[in-house]
């Protein structure tokens, strides 16, 4: 497979991991905007990192934890939690029945 | 039968809740089971909102440490936490916080009866919501989501299903000692897993199968027991008729005593782990780990040990006094209270362990030596009644003492315990076997 | 003149010496706002108690100030839509940290400003609700993501706005604008409440009139939040304090990049730098490394990044489902899947985060030898309606000398350098200065706009 190229089926592949619906035509048209954004993107192969490490997080911070404390103050009450839900029913969240199970 | 033929290859993934006062990246109760009322410890944290960012609780990781040094493992100085993205409903963010490539435990051991069982890694990460399913529709509720979770992966060391149980049910003791966790199985606070296939006697030691079954959603040690055995022997069935045992996961049914197909597992899914950028990594100096080794309880193994060695105590007897940490502690001051006492250990504890006491792990240890001194104090009688009314005694009895003559001397049990319901006073027992004697022998 | 068109510190200047009542200022904000909202398409949703807010707050840092904010911070009880029919109808039950402090320093919310959708884009074309207009020139687009409000301050539709930077998004918009953009450094302020872009990179910031309002508004928020831990432990200074300095004997590097259709915007401002170097300030002409890579450090770690921020709309606790999202977020979230897939990790993602090192390593180069860097903030002026349609890396390619700051987490002010007399749009300078040095970005920034005529307060 070239480089480049990421042709429609894994495009429909990735699709299905990132849980987006896609129709044919967008799964075409997707694959062409990948081509461009890769070719910019596979300009990174240029650089020279051979003694380089990887920066995650540009403020080197460390061990930022908080103590185990409960503050009641800072969450919601339950009517608050559902106040955007979709579908609701006796205070729990709802959707239509899950078939598979994951993990847990 | 033809797994004798097989030599099961196993390892366990253990998940355990820990008893923070808090969830693991939030400040919401950590309290799932007790909440009454579903989605009442949530926020935008744990609820997955727009904009909602985490924050590690300190003592969640405390613990992790505490866990591993515990189970003798290396503790990464260095560590971080991960995203783990895939899509569930229970899943609020899409993604679970969790350790990949850099846990904060590796390469420990737990010993048991039939060896050791190494432990591969031990990690923290948050726990998912709860999922109600009915007829056709799912409830959720979150106030179990962002509640730290351990997970504790040994090698394929299990060798067989009486070892896993004890595996777990040890590790299950250590959580508790350290109080870190409650590991209420029907709660669903400790999770058991299985990862289940089987090699032939004759392969190499090292040698892996190349498929592996996983036991899923195996809420008890008896359970898993039957499990794996029952997964012996569908696996052995399979490969006896040159079979390879399909990639899955499978659940057990409890009315069936079987394991059942779940999910098949083509290829493992790709989870896409990357370090979490909202959450900057942990670093531990040396001599903090080493503080944390220090302060560690004493671990049940340890416990007994020591137990049995000070207060000449078999070890097996000692065992079964550091059950759990609360009951160690009682008996060990009752030891040394009885030692002080000049009471021979093993004889009160015995004592109590018959039930000859009514005790409670509660109870103040000096209380209960007064009771068992008061059952052990001699009452004074003469001699000379003791040795008429045994006079007595075995004029009533002449068929058990003719018994006794001619050669059946286990009756000689029966004639003291008859005694001393006569003498029906608490006088030295050994007294009165040499009274008994003398006089059955002449 | 009407009193919706004073800075931040003209309107406190007046409230505190009586000469103006704060429902006054209300009123004529009331009438700009029916005026020309509707035409520019700035305001998606109106805060109706505004006025009613204002009146109790004259005893405090910003008086009931009106404010306006960009649509990704939540707002508590106000609908926060992200410029995405995912959130259309998505009220949240919280508050950013921003907004709540902006509102206890008594900065009022007036409304919340349109964006591209999830802040992807440097155009304000990609929101779900239609694009945002350029004030100074409506044919044209006002930049973005946070085009509505940069759009909002060149109106007078408020009197600054809030919004945030992942790569350009505040910078590029206000100098489409014509405004003044400041990112501070990533760290500087707390992300909590705010929609999640590219975790490692997302910035609130200010979009003012001046510099100096600029600093009186993110006094009122700057500083540390035990809700982010990215969030800078280390107390924030007051930012006013770097006002009206000397800036005699500033090292300042004017970052050269010899590209293509540059050469314009580089000559106007190496001119317009003059009046720094006669303030005693050094300029330098310096080669600062090749901005592509910066791009493609961006595109591949933002785009992974927010296919995981963005996994958690899954229409289950709220909004709609993902069905919804628009090309532009979809077009992003599959890309930043690919990216951190199996077998594409490695060459993408992990090799990205190597090349984000190579910058931090030459920036600090060069802030061993300058005191601040300056560059144009965009490679032209605002760009005509419909411009980003059919092009996926549009937005990176507007913000090419934005990004290399951006990934690096730099704070940089821009401010308006040229304006062009036909078409009446600007082109602003980006002051760029080390991590945690706001100090010396704003001290420099002040005293070119004080010293200049390009900015259209200070000089109606």
């Given at each position: 497979m070239s480089k480049?190229?990421?042709?429609?089926?894994?495009?429909?592949?990735?699709?299905?991991?990132?849980?987006?619906?896609?129709?044919?035509?967008?799964?075409?048209?997707?694959?062409k905007d990948f081509a461009k954004t890769l070719a910019v993107v596979d300009q990174l192969k240029t650089a020279d990192v051979s003694r380089i490490d990887s920066t995650h997080q540009v403020t080197a911070f460390k061990n930022v934890t908080r103590e185990d404390k409960v503050d009641e103050s800072l969450s919601f009450t339950q009517a608050e939690a559902l106040a955007n839900a979709p579908q609701q029913k006796d205070g729990f969240f709802l959707v239509p029945k899950v078939l598979t199970t994951e993990d847990n | 039968m033809s797994e004798n033929n097989y030599q099961l290859v196993c390892g366990l993934e253990i998940h355990s809740e820990l008893k923070t006062k808090s969830k693991m990246f939030c400040a919401c109760k950590n309290d799932p089971f007790a909440a009454g009322k579903p989605n009442i410890h949530t926020c935008p944290v744990c609820l997955g909102m727009p904009g909602g960012l985490p924050l590690a609780n300190k003592k969640a990781i405390e613990w992790t440490i505490k866990i591993g040094l515990a189970l003798n493992c290396q503790i990464n100085l260095f560590s971080k936490f991960d995203r783990k993205n895939y899509f569930y409903p229970d899943l609020p963010k899409g993604y679970q916080i969790s350790q990949h490539d850099i846990p904060f435990c590796h390469d420990g051991f737990l010993d048991t009866s039939q060896g050791r069982v190494r432990i591969q890694r031990i990690h923290l990460e948050e726990d998912t919501a709860k999922l109600i399913h009915q007829n056709n529709y799912t409830l959720i509720d979150f106030n179990r989501s962002g509640v730290p979770l351990v997970e504790i992966v040994t090698e394929t060391d299990i060798k067989n299903a009486q070892q896993a149980k004890e595996y777990a049910q040890k590790l299950r003791q250590i959580l508790r000692y350290l109080d870190v966790a409650d590991c209420d199985m029907e709660k669903g606070g400790m999770r058991l897993e299985a990862n289940i296939s089987l090699k032939k006697k004759t392969d190499p030691d090292g040698f892996l199968p190349n498929y592996k079954v996983e036991c899923k959603n195996i809420n008890s040690f008896r359970f898993m027991e039957m499990a794996i055995n029952y997964e012996m022997e569908r696996q052995a069935k399979l490969l006896d008729q040159g079979q390879t045992p399909k990639q899955e996961t499978r659940g057990f049914s409890a009315e069936s005593g079987k394991t059942f197909s779940q999910r098949a597992k083509e290829e493992a899914e790709d989870y896409r782990y990357f370090p979490d950028p909202d959450l900057p990594p942990i670093e531990f100096e040396p001599a903090e780990i080493a503080q944390i080794k220090q302060e560690l309880?004493?671990?049940?193994?340890?416990?007994?040990?020591?137990?049995?060695?000070?207060?000449?105590?078999?070890?097996?007897?000692?065992?079964?006094?550091?059950?759990?940490?609360?009951?160690?502690?009682?008996?060990?001051?009752?030891?040394?209270?009885?030692?002080?006492?000049?009471?021979?250990?093993?004889?009160?504890?015995?004592?109590l362990l018959n039930k000859k006491i009514d005790y409670h792990l509660s109870d103040d240890p000096k209380n209960t030596i007064e009771e068992y001194k008061k059952l052990n104090e001699l009452e004074e009688m003469s001699p000379e009644i003791i040795t008429e009314l045994i006079k007595e005694l075995l004029q009533e009895n002449q068929d058990v003492v003719e018994k006794y003559q001619s050669g059946k001397t286990e009756v000689l049990a029966f004639l003291i315990g008859q005694s001393m319901k006569k003498i029906a006073k608490k006088v030295d027992v050994n007294l009165v076997k040499k009274v008994l004697l003398d006089q059955l022998n002449n | 003149m009407t009193f919706n068109q004073l800075t931040i510190k003209e309107a406190l200047d007046a409230l505190t010496s009586g000469s103006l009542k704060i429902e006054k200022l209300y009123q004529d904000l009331d009438l700009s706002i029916q005026d020309k909202n509707k035409l520019y398409n700035i305001y998606l949703n109106f805060n109706t108690d505004a006025k009613k807010e204002a009146k109790l707050?004259?005893?405090?840092?910003?008086?009931?100030l009106p404010i306006a904010v960009k649509d990704n911070f939540c707002s508590k009880n106000l609908p926060t839509t992200a410029s995405s029919k995912i959130l259309e109808n998505f009220i949240p039950q919280y508050e950013s940290t921003v907004t709540k402090r902006l509102q206890k320093a008594g900065g009022v919310i007036v409304g919340k400003t349109n964006l591209d959708a999830w802040a992807h884009g440097s155009s304000t074309e990609t929101s779900d609700f239609g694009p945002t207009l350029n004030p100074r020139n409506p044919d044209h687009l006002p930049g973005g993501s946070s085009g509505g409000s940069a759009a909002a301050v060149a109106a007078d539709l408020c009197l600054a706005a809030i919004a945030s930077e992942t790569a350009g998004s505040i910078r590029q918009p206000a100098a489409w604008c014509g405004t003044v953009g400041l990112k501070p450094s990533y760290g500087r302020v707390s992300r909590f409440g705010v929609i999640a872009m590219a975790s490692s990179m997302d910035t609130p910031g200010v979009i003012s009139k001046t510099v100096e309002d600029a600093c009186l508004v993110l006094n009122s928020f700057a500083g540390p939040d035990s809700r982010d831990a990215t969030c800078y432990q280390n107390p924030a200074p007051d930012f006013s304090k770097f006002l009206d300095q000397d800036i005699k004997g500033l090292k300042i590097g004017l970052i050269y990049h010899d590209l293509e259709g540059l050469e314009e915007v580089n000559e106007k401002l190496a001119q317009e730098l003059a009046v720094l170097s006669q303030l005693g300030a050094k300029v330098e002409k310096v080669q600062a490394l090749d901005p592509h890579h910066a791009i493609a450090v961006y595109t591949v770690v933002q785009r992974a990044e927010v296919s995981s921020n963005l996994a958690r709309f899954d229409g289950v606790r709220y909004g709609k489902d993902r069905a919804f999202f628009g090309d532009e977020a979809k077009r992003r979230i599959m890309l930043g899947t690919f990216i951190l897939s199996k077998g594409y990790a490695e060459q993408y993602y992990n090799l990205a985060q190597k090349v984000r090192t190579l910058y931090l390593n030459d920036f600090a180069q060069l802030f061993k030898k300058y005191d601040v860097l300056v560059s144009p903030s965009s490679p032209g002026f605002a760009k005509k309606l419909d411009a980003s349609a059919g092009s996926p890396m549009f937005g990176e390619l507007e913000d090419i000398l934005l990004e290399a700051s951006s990934i690096s987490g730099l704070p940089g002010i821009s401010v308006p350098y040229y304006r062009d007399p036909q078409s009446n749009l600007f082109l602003g300078a980006n002051f760029v200065a080390a991590m945690w040095r706001e100090d010396l970005a704003i001290k420099v920034a002040d005293a070119f706009e004080k010293n200049t005529k390009w900015n259209t307060w200070r000089n109606r």
């Open positions: 480049k190229q990421v042709d429609q089926n894994q495009i429909k592949d990735i699709a299905k991991l990132a849980h987006i619906p896609i129709s044919d035509i967008e799964s075409q048209q997707l694959a | 309880v004493e671990l049940p193994d340890q416990y007994a040990a020591r137990l049995s060695e000070e207060h000449q105590l078999s070890l097996d007897l000692a065992q079964r006094l550091v059950k759990n940490k609360k009951r160690a502690e009682f008996f060990e001051q009752l030891l040394i209270l009885a030692k002080r006492e000049k009471i021979e250990s093993k004889k009160i504890i015995n004592t | 707050l004259e005893n405090t840092q910003l008086k009931g």
